[in-house]
């Protein structure tokens, strides 16, 4: 079992910049593969950043990439996600999850893919 917990979420004007945190709970941290995503009102859960176990391969949505950068730091059981340059279409409740698969490629990790979830972080992004 692992429990995540999101932190670092605010209100942040357009341009600029967040760090989030997700503490994980466990010894095993790091041979899960991490991912980011978010939910804005009215929509879906949608994929931000991912991030495999050994923290070699990152892959991030279009709409971030560029400006967003996920990262990890197994000695602390904790992903992050910094966030620069951000825009109003950036508002959304983010979540860290954790997957125990190990897939062949980074991209085919999907929403199921993922065994845990932490509760969200708000993120607000005024123009």
């Known amino acids: 079992q692992v429990q995540l917990v999101e932190s670092g979420g605010g209100l942040v004007q357009a341009g600029g910049s967040l760090r989030l945190s997700c503490a994980a709970s466990?010894?095993?941290?790091?041979?899960?593969?991490m991912g980011w995503f978010r939910q804005a009102p009215g929509k879906e859960r949608e994929f931000v950043a991912v991030?495999?176990?050994?923290?070699?391969?990152?892959y991030y949505a279009d709409s971030v990439k560029g400006r967003f950068t996920i990262s990890r730091d197994d000695a602390k059981n904790t992903v992050y996600l910094q966030m620069n340059s951000l825009k109003p279409e950036d508002t959304a409740v983010y979540y860290c999850?954790?997957?125990?698969?190990?897939?062949?490629?980074?991209?085919?990790?999907?929403?199921?893919?993922?065994?845990?979830w932490g509760q969200g972080t708000q993120v607000t992004v005024s123009s």
């Open positions: 991030i495999s176990w050994g923290g070699g391969i990152t």
């Open positions: 999850a954790a997957s125990a698969r190990k897939l062949g490629n980074i991209r085919s990790y999907s929403r199921q893919s993922y065994d845990y």
């Open positions: 466990g010894r095993t941290f790091s041979t899960y593969t």
